[in-house]
């Protein structure tokens, strides 16, 4: 199992920007899947982003679409979430999540196919 540590959270104002990042231990974390999932207060944990092992497949939730960027530093094992242009909505407590594929192109949009969570960093987004 991969351990993963996010960071980069915080409070903004709308329009702003923040840059998460997600941290895995391991030799092998360029033959994971890595998404990103977010979970509201009183709300069920959501989709946001995925991103293949090889970086080259990516999906996103229609919600972040054009204004979310997933990205990913094999050598640095660590995956990115750029959020441009944050709304109020966008508060949530945010996750990366991890799994072991054989195929450098997959990537996955349900959180049951992953593996390994992080323990989430805090996202708050002002009006």
Same mark, same amino acid.
């Given at each position: 199992?991969?351990?993963?540590?996010e960071?980069?959270g915080?409070?903004?104002?709308?329009?702003d920007?923040?840059?998460?990042?997600?941290?895995?231990?391991?030799?092998?974390?360029?033959?994971?899947?890595?998404?990103w #999932?977010? +979970?509201?207060?009183?709300?069920?944990?959501?989709?946001? @982003?995925?991103?293949?092992?090889s970086?080259?497949?990516t /999906? &996103?939730?229609?919600s972040?679409k054009?204004?979310?960027?997933?990205s990913?530093d094999?050598?640095k094992?660590?995956? #990115?979430l +750029?959020?441009?242009?944050?709304?109020?909505?966008?508060? @949530?407590?945010?996750y990366?999540?991890?799994?072991?594929? /054989? &195929?450098?192109g997959?990537?996955f949009?349900?959180?049951?196919?992953y593996?390994?969570?992080?323990q989430?960093t805090?996202?708050t987004?002002?009006?």
């Open positions: 199992q991969v351990q993963l540590v960071s980069g915080g409070l903004v104002q709308a329009g920007s923040l840059r998460l990042s997600c941290a895995a231990s391991g030799r092998t974390f360029s033959s994971y899947v890595m998404g #999932f977010r +979970q509201a207060p009183g709300k069920e944990r959501e989709f946001v @982003a995925t991103i293949s092992p970086g080259l497949g /999906r &996103y939730a229609d972040v054009g204004r979310f960027s997933v990913r094999n050598g094992n660590t995956v #990115f +750029q959020m441009n242009i944050l709304k109020p909505a966008a508060t @949530a407590v945010y990366c999540a991890a799994v072991l594929t /054989r &195929y450098s997959t990537y949009s349900h959180d049951f196919r593996a390994s969570w992080g989430g805090q996202v987004v002002s009006s």
